[in-house]
């Protein structure tokens, strides 16, 4: 006979509401953690295997896209083998992909090992959301939205310290390692607290060939804009790369249309608040991702902290939401969530916006306030966004509505730390050629550096013909760094634009419920 929910509340009482959440949220956050606690080690494997950030992204990206797609998995394995035995095939399948990441003799092998442990993590994520929604009473659900986004939102902003710890105490490859004990008391856990599959519940059909065909279209479209500057974003190979993309996309669609179980239930989207919901859990996902890569790996290559100082730069961030989830999640009970929503972006923009003018002079601490300024805007978006998209569907469909905001909040994470490289570096390029272009013998700024360099080799007893050709490469060096800081300086300023556009279905998610749509 299974353990049903009614089974465990009569053997646990009422405690059993917050040891289920306790148990969701550790196997979340042990495979959570993993989507930011390598983006501190990007310069390690950058060097460890002689590749450029556009391909060490995708230690990042590679996570990223496959937790997307994994979001849609959730639903088929909580009907297929029900949540205890799905939470811990979920961790055994995750701790597989962390032994080839850590095993990995090149870039290829490490992507594959991440995309492993993403479709674990994208798996869990709407498993435990729908279990621990349907313990809680309908006027607690919004309380449990922001505990549940506690674990979503300080897993990230840990990650990269624990892992800069682990780079300069041990190497990056024990990065990988960290989430596993986290995984092994989960995995305890969820074998006495999730609940079972009912005995008269039958396993619905699953389509391996629409996954197929979404995983492979997602991979298509990010390579399109991961090296698109480094094959020309015109050239036949890349076009090929983005047409057959959103070919397999479109194939993916129609597939899902003619379904009768669907990964991805695109009726979901003719509700205009769970649509709304979506939009700004697109544009959600893309900063939370984007600014967990982009700042720690500002901080090593402009400002030349350490792995650990890079890391540390997002924990106090990271402190401050574990305090204010449980609070912003009350509000999403009592607070319409569009205003909720609303405040929030406006603050995440204003975070980016502070980012946007720190350069190699700003202080240590000055970073981590504007990070928090932008986790705070965060941590208003989360549960009153999750909450809208779950209130605005019936019943039957929970499983899918959550897996399906997940799907859409992962994807613009997938997106945001993809395409904000791209921009980074094609901006950063642009800033090279125009600092190169001013540096000529009439630039009294640029002679006086030179002078200053030759002067001080001098000094130091370097021979006279090294001189010229040693201070021009330090120029170089110059004007590289600079054009660096200027490029990621242009990274958080697009992402301000877009958290204030976000406003706009946000806008339309507080119609949408005073219409009762």
């Known amino acids: 006979m299974s353990d049903s929910v009614d089974d465990l509340f009569k053997r646990y009482g009422p405690a059993y509401r917050w040891l289920v959440i306790f148990t969701g949220m550790t196997g979340v956050i042990s495979m959570v953690l993993s989507a930011t606690i390598a983006n501190v080690a990007v310069p390690s494997v950058m060097g460890a295997f002689g590749v450029g950030q556009d391909q060490a992204q995708w230690m990042a990206t590679a996570f990223i896209a496959t937790m997307t797609a994994g979001q849609l998995l959730s639903a088929y394995i909580i009907a297929a083998f029900g949540q205890r035995f799905g939470f811990s095939m979920l961790i055994i399948v995750f701790t597989i992909g ?59 902003g840990l990650g990269p310290a624990v892992g800069g710890i682990a780079i300069d105490h041990l190497s990056w490859r024990h990065i990988f390692l960290i989430p596993l004990p986290l995984c092994l008391i989960g995995f305890v856990l969820g074998n006495f607290f999730m609940p079972e599959k009912p005995d008269d519940q039958k396993a619905p059909p699953f389509d391996f060939i629409a996954l197929g065909l979404l995983v492979a279209g997602l991979f298509c479209v990010l390579s399109y804009i991961a090296n698109g500057h480094r094959f020309g974003w015109f050239s036949d190979h890349s076009l090929i790369t983005l047409l057959g993309g959103f070919g397999l996309l479109a194939t993916f669609v129609w597939t899902q249309l003619k379904a009768e179980e669907p990964l991805l239930d695109l009726t979901l989207f003719s509700n205009k608040q769970f649509n709304a919901a979506v939009a700004v859990g697109v544009v959600f996902g893309a900063g939370n991702f984007g600014v967990s890569y982009a700042v720690p790996v500002f901080v090593q290559t402009v400002q030349g902290f350490t792995a650990t100082k890079a890391g540390f730069v997002l924990v106090p961030a990271g402190l401050m939401l574990m305090c204010l989830f449980s609070f912003t999640g009350r509000l999403a009970d009592r607070v319409p969530n569009d205003l909720l929503i609303m405040v929030g972006l406006g603050t995440f923009a204003l975070g980016a916006l502070l980012m946007w003018g720190a350069d190699v002079n700003t202080p240590f601490w000055s970073i981590i306030v504007f990070v928090m300024i932008g986790r705070f805007g965060q941590s208003l978006i989360l549960p009153a966004m999750n909450a809208s998209a779950l209130r605005s569907m019936p019943p039957d469909k929970l499983n899918r509505a959550s897996g399906g905001i997940n799907f859409m909040r992962q994807f613009g994470g ?56 040693g201070a021009l490469h330090y ?43």
């Open 475 to 517: 120029l170089g060096q110059v004007v590289q760094a600079q054009a660096n800081t200027l490029g990621f300086q242009d990274g958080f300023m697009i992402l301000a634009v877009v958290f204030i556009l976000a406003m706009i279905p946000a806008y339309i998610l507080g119609k949408a419920r005073t219409t009762k749509v």
């Open 98 to 156: 962390t032994m080839i990441a850590v095993t990995s003799t090149n870039i290829t092998t490490l992507a594959i090992g991440r995309m492993i442990q993403g479709v674990c993590a994208g798996a869990i994520q709407p498993l435990v959301l729908v279990t621990v929604f349907g313990v809680f009473k309908p006027d607690q659900r919004g309380t449990a939205m922001g505990i549940f986004g506690m674990a979503i939102m300080l897993a990230p």
């Open 414 to 469: 997938a997106l945001g730390i993809n395409g904000l490289v791209a921009f980074m570096e094609l901006r950063t390029q642009m800033h090279s050629e125009a600092l190169a272009a001013t540096q000529t013998a009439g630039n009294a700024a640029s002679r006086e550096l030179l002078d200053g360099v030759q002067g001080l080799l001098n000094e130091s007893g370097v021979p006279e013909a090294v001189h010229s050709p």
